[in-house]
């Protein structure tokens, strides 16, 4: 008949074990093979199956047992200003840092600088790094402070040289490369760099237009982020002066790229 399977308490071995018609039985050591049912990720446990197989008398006997598997570190522990685990910013943190290429490292080995406004500078990194570091279109560069040989120089090159520049320079002569974004410059560099795709919804804001009406360098940006559901402000308003943090370009980013943790 069909054997009883004995497993170890860390099934790591089994044994079949066959009665006999007689009173005696047959023990026969079985082979363990897995077969992974969910890959374990960052903070989420996976799952795999255990297969234990023996063949006796030329029949092959089976049995099965389904495991956890444990979840994987999260890879920005050593972040000492990591949002809580569960939030959209941490999600988007651990993408951004796990991306091939990264899109950033942090500010330091312990530090990713939460909170912190986003400058221009690293803006056109962050975008650059996302977009598979493509080569500018041209090395024209206008800019005294964009120096030959930085982490930001490719960057600013590419998005300024770019066929829908992605930015221009604070003037003629200058990129601003320490100068803070705000909302409205974040969400109008991620309109340019893809496309500026055009919208099909009713301007759901009160702020992003003249008092006459007329349309700001950000009112279509922003109206795509609403209807994108990368960014839907706050009660009717996007704050387009709110400073843009380091964590928001990185969740705009993550929803954009992965269409997770779009605001419904």
């Not at 530090?111 to 803006?123: C, I, K, L, N, S």
């Amino acid at each position: 008949g069909a054997p009883v399977f004995t497993w170890n308490e860390a099934l790591t071995e089994v044994n079949a074990v066959f009665p006999c018609a007689c009173g005696d039985e047959q023990v026969l050591e079985a082979e363990i093979t897995e077969e992974i049912i969910t890959e374990a990720l960052p903070h989420i446990a996976g799952e795999k199956k255990l297969i234990a197989s023996v063949t006796f008398e030329n029949v092959e006997y089976t049995d099965e047992k389904t495991v956890e598997i444990e979840a994987l570190p999260c890879p920005c522990e050593m972040f000492v200003d990591m949002p809580e685990y569960g939030t959209i910013e941490h999600t988007a943190i651990d993408w951004a840092f796990t991306h091939e290429p990264q899109i950033t490292e942090g500010m330091d080995a312990t530090h990713f600088g939460y909170g912190q406004t986003v400058t221009r500078a690293q803006a056109m990194r962050f975008l650059w790094n996302a977009a598979d570091q493509p080569d500018p279109a041209s090395e024209e560069n206008p800019f005294e402070d964009v120096k030959p040989g930085k982490w930001y120089t490719t960057p600013v090159l590419w998005a300024y040289n770019a066929a829908l520049r992605i930015t221009n320079g604070m003037d003629d002569t200058h990129f601003g490369i320490n100068v803070g974004c705000t909302r409205a410059h974040i969400i109008t560099f991620l309109w340019n760099a893809f496309g500026k795709p055009m919208t099909s919804i009713e301007n759901p804001y009160t702020d992003v237009t003249k008092p006459d009406g007329s349309s700001r360098f950000y009112t279509d940006a922003a109206i795509w982020a609403y209807e994108a559901g990368i960014e839907k402000g706050e009660n009717g308003h996007f704050n387009p002066d709110t400073n843009c943090t380091r964590e928001s370009i990185v969740v705009y980013l993550y929803r954009f790229f992965t269409g997770q943790g779009l605001l419904n």
